[in-house]
């Protein structure tokens, strides 16, 4: 029972860090590689374990179809056959393929009902600023402001109008939305901001993404731009736009 519930939360972390696009540099690989090496000295199935990880992520979790980039997806595979001791686990051989300029990143958290949530971004992979703006990533302060929502209670902004000024790929806005889960807890309208076209044009991407098809109102005001979400009861959790990228213009 001990290696079905390591077993599970192996499968469960590396997802995490996969559709997370986390670089392996990062401390949630090096967790996940001292839970491995503990699996694999306790004489848990390798051949089964690896079987379980990568039907979890072709098909079986939300972000499956929802691809990584090629060479992600490739660093990951080398990481587990080097942790799980199978051959060819040497990422120094590796041919791996030039970085995609977008990518789709999945963020995992908890909704005000303590439920695990998820919010899927399309964003800028290769060069943060090659648009000539940094709203095509998320930034460490949009987890904080989530902290920080997190930390009022549910229904703190409920029935409020919320305006987001600098609102980028959207992470904030849109894992806050989808954290309500009880009544009272939904705003009463949530105004996302950004000065840059391709950054509203990617904004509109992921409200589709995560929200299905949403009512949309986009002024330009001197130099802003407000894309507008206009009632959550209107909004058909559907995603509309299957995975694809935006196209380039």
């Known amino acids: 029972m001990i290696l079905e519930e390591l077993s599970s939360s192996i499968v469960d972390l590396f997802a995490r860090n ?13 967790d996940l590689e001292e839970m491995a090496l503990r699996f694999v000295q306790g004489g848990g199935d390798v051949d089964q374990l690896e079987a379980h990880i990568w039907k979890r992520v072709r098909t079986d979790h939300p972000s499956s ?6 060479p992600h997806r490739q660093r990951a595979a080398a990481w587990l056959r080097r ?15 030039p ?5 789709f990143k999945t963020y995992e958290f908890s909704g005000d ?7 899927v971004l399309l964003e800028e992979n290769r060069d943060p600023m090659s648009s000539a703006t940094t709203g095509l990533i998320s930034w460490q302060g949009a987890r904080a402001l989530l902290e920080w929502a997190s930390a009022l209670g549910p229904g703190a902004l409920g029935g409020r109008r919320v305006l987001e000024i600098g609102s980028g790929a959207g992470l904030f806005g849109l894992a806050l939305l989808a954290g309500c889960a009880g009544e009272g807890c939904m705003p009463k309208g949530y105004i996302f901001t950004d000065g840059h ?5 990617f904004l509109g991407i992921n409200l589709s993404i995560n929200l299905g098809k949403v009512r949309l109102r986009t002024i330009l005001i001197s130099k802003t731009t407000t894309a507008t979400q206009q009632k959550r009861s209107n909004v058909n959790i559907t995603p509309s736009n299957n995975g694809r990228r935006p196209r380039e213009k």
């Open 18 to 30: 996969y559709f997370g696009h986390l670089s392996l540099a990062f401390h949630p690989w090096q």
């Open 65 to 70: 179809r929802f691809p990584v980039s090629a």
């Open 83 to 97: 942790v799980l001791r199978r051959p060819g686990g040497d990422a120094g051989e590796l041919m791996v393929e």
């Open 99 to 103: 970085e995609e300029d977008h990518i």
């Open 113 to 119: 009902d303590g439920l695990p949530r998820r919010v």
């Open 197 to 201: 076209p391709k950054v509203i044009q």
